[in-house]
């Protein structure tokens, strides 16, 4: 068979089943460490439940994926997981999943790794959201799990610290209402209330305009810049107020 041939013939078996997002379509990407619980553990340099280096490798990897070439509007990171939004009208790779599973779970991968100096790596899944409203309850969804996932963390890990068992520690916990884990914690005197929000919230990612004031020599007079900057906010609000919080960033058409 001639090499055209073939390459026509073969590109089929790659291409047949390409799946691509439909135009009107929100793209969120989600990725997650993989085996983290083992990582985390096995490094011997994060405190559990929260370390501030892994949040920092955590938060260093967002900001790389928000600036590696997709346009994101919105980035989100809580535990070992980062969702990212991508501008409605991404045309990038002619939206193939294919492309944004694999770039974006190696460029994840690589960054982390860089910076732990550790083999690490992530997953990445994408996630078609048909309508505003949906890309909103998908982000509260993410914000209210990294608040349910600080409880559980914080009470498993004061039972582990006062001397139970691994899973003596999860079986106490699996049976107890909110308030029992807040009484709980509040035994251990921790109230959960005063917990920095990074903890019980996540972390944002978004553009933000910045005047910037520079000076023209050949006029002699000061000029502003506009420049867009990536801000990382550790003071998330919470369920309605979140709620909100993207609709607005949804509503600009600056942003990305
Ligand atoms: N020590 C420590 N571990 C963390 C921190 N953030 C996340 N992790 C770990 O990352 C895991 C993430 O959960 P999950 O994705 O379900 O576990 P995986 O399947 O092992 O990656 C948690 O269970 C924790 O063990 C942190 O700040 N400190
Ligand atoms: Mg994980």
């Given amino acids: 068979?001639?090499?055209?041939?073939?390459?026509?013939?073969?590109?089929?078996?790659?291409?047949?089943?390409?799946?691509?997002?439909?135009?009107?379509?929100y793209m969120v990407a989600r990725l997650d460490g993989r085996n983290f619980t083992t990582l985390t553990k096995t490094t011997g340099q994060f405190e559990a439940p929260f370390d501030v280096k892994f949040r920092e490798l955590m938060v260093e990897t967002t900001r790389h994926l928000m600036t590696c070439g997709f346009k994101v509007v919105y980035g989100f990171t809580e535990s070992d997981e980062i969702s990212l939004l991508f501008d409605l009208d991404i045309d990038l790779f002619g939206r193939k999943t294919r492309k944004y599973h694999s770039i974006l779970a190696g460029e994840a991968s690589a960054t982390f790794t860089l910076l732990l100096q550790k083999h690490a790596v992530f997953d990445c899944r994408i996630c078609q959201l048909p309508n505003p409203g949906v890309v909103v309850d998908y982000f509260r969804w993410r914000n209210e799990d990294a608040h349910r996932n600080a409880l559980n963390a914080h009470c498993y890990w004061a039972l582990r610290k006062a001397g139970q068992s691994p899973a003596t520690a999860a079986n106490?916990?699996?049976?107890?209402?909110?308030?029992?884990?807040?009484?709980?914690?509040?035994?251990?005197?921790?109230?959960?209330?005063?917990?920095?929000?990074?903890?019980?919230?996540?972390?944002?990612?978004?553009?933000?305009?910045?005047?910037?004031?520079?000076?023209?020599?050949?006029?002699?007079?000061?000029?502003n810049t506009q420049r867009k900057t990536l801000k990382t906010d550790y003071d998330l609000p919470m369920k309605e107020a979140y709620s909100d919080f993207i609709r607005g960033l949804l509503e600009r058409t600056d942003i990305g």
């Fill in 172 to 223: 106490t916990i699996s049976r107890k209402s909110v308030a029992a884990k807040n009484e709980l914690l509040f035994s251990y005197g921790i109230n959960f209330n005063d917990l920095p929000n990074w903890q019980k919230r996540g972390i944002g990612f978004y553009w933000q305009e910045e005047v910037k004031q520079g000076f023209n020599p050949k006029e002699n007079q000061a000029v």
């Fill in 1 to 25: 068979m001639k090499f055209d041939d073939l390459d026509i013939a073969m590109r089929v078996y790659e291409t047949a089943h390409d799946h691509c997002v439909l135009p009107g379509m």
